[in-house]
């Protein structure tokens, strides 16, 4: 049994180990994470939760899983995950992101990383 299922979200949130293609990173990097993050600032504005504690909140509860899915990303471009500090480089630093791990394919059959992801 291998030590993590990459069908899982919690591996794909919280774990670092493994890759991922670029389709799970626009799945769960961006879509699921921009879901969450309309989701909680929504549910704690409602709750009376002032704004400025909510992006607090919403930022904290979702860098963990939103580095995770990065770091992965990374890997499948077969380059550590310390690449993932990139985006906090100002604009540069996202555009450099989207490009690598939204646009580029990853590297073709097994890596350092781990197997080529199936998706």
């Given at each position: ?8 979200p919690?591996?794909l ?20 994470l921009?879901?969450?993050?309309v989701?909680?600032t929504?549910?704690?504005r ?10 607090l909140l919403?930022n904290?509860l ?6 995770a ?6 890997h499948?471009?077969?380059?550590p995950?310390w690449?993932?500090?990139?985006a906090?480089?100002?604009?540069v ?6 490009i690598e ?9 097994a890596n350092?990383?781990g197997?080529q992801?199936t998706?």
């Open positions: 049994m291998p030590d993590h299922d990459p069908t899982s919690r591996w949130l919280f774990s670092f180990a493994g890759r991922i293609s670029r389709r799970s990173w626009w799945l769960w990097g961006a879509a699921v921009i879901g969450m993050a989701y909680l929504v549910v704690l409602v709750a009376g939760v002032a704004k400025e504690t909510t992006n919403v904290l979702l860098f963990w899983p939103a580095l899915v990065g770091v992965k990303r990374w499948d471009r077969d380059k995950g690449w993932a500090l990139v906090f480089v100002p604009v630093g996202w555009i450099w992101v989207l791990n939204g646009l580029l394919r990853g590297t073709a059959g350092r990383f197997d992801p998706q």
